[in-house]
């Protein structure tokens, strides 16, 4: 089965960046044709938040409100690697960050598979 492994969090200051990583292993075509890997946040005391997804096949993205116009996904097939790119990044932004797979055409109940999640503090 799939497997997410994240990497890339740490302790920044306000205004600074951070790129964030999702090793993904354990494909097959058995499981599903395709694929979309969504970043998720969840800081304590709070509902965990979705921040955005990207389709493994062609690319198309999504971006929360939230991050949008500050944070990038993108993947690299050959490396089996989502990113997620993050500037100016703020205090609000401190949580610790996930990614987790669902099939294409899946609702966002349907995400599985999580990784064990990375820590990213945001100093002011």
């Known amino acids: 089965e799939i497997q997410l492994v994240e990497t890339g969090g740490g302790l920044v200051q306000a205004g600074g960046s951070l790129r964030l990583s999702c090793v993904v292993s354990?494909?097959?075509?058995?499981?599903?044709?395709?694929?979309?890997i969504g970043w998720f946040r969840q800081a304590p005391g709070k509902e965990r938040e979705g921040v955005a997804c990207?389709?493994?096949?062609?690319?198309?993205?999504y971006h929360a409100d939230s991050v949008k116009g500050r944070f990038t996904i993108s993947r690299d097939i050959r490396k089996n690697t989502v990113y997620l790119q993050m500037n100016n990044l703020k205090p609000e932004d401190t949580a610790v960050y996930s990614c987790?797979?669902?099939?294409?055409?899946?609702?966002?109940?349907?995400?599985?598979?999580w990784g064990q999640g990375t820590q990213v503090t945001v100093s002011s």
């Open positions: 987790a797979v669902k099939p294409r055409g899946g609702g966002r109940d349907e995400y599985r598979n």
């Open positions: 990207i389709y493994r096949g062609d690319g198309s993205t």
């Open positions: 354990g494909f097959t075509f058995d499981e599903f044709d395709d694929y979309a």
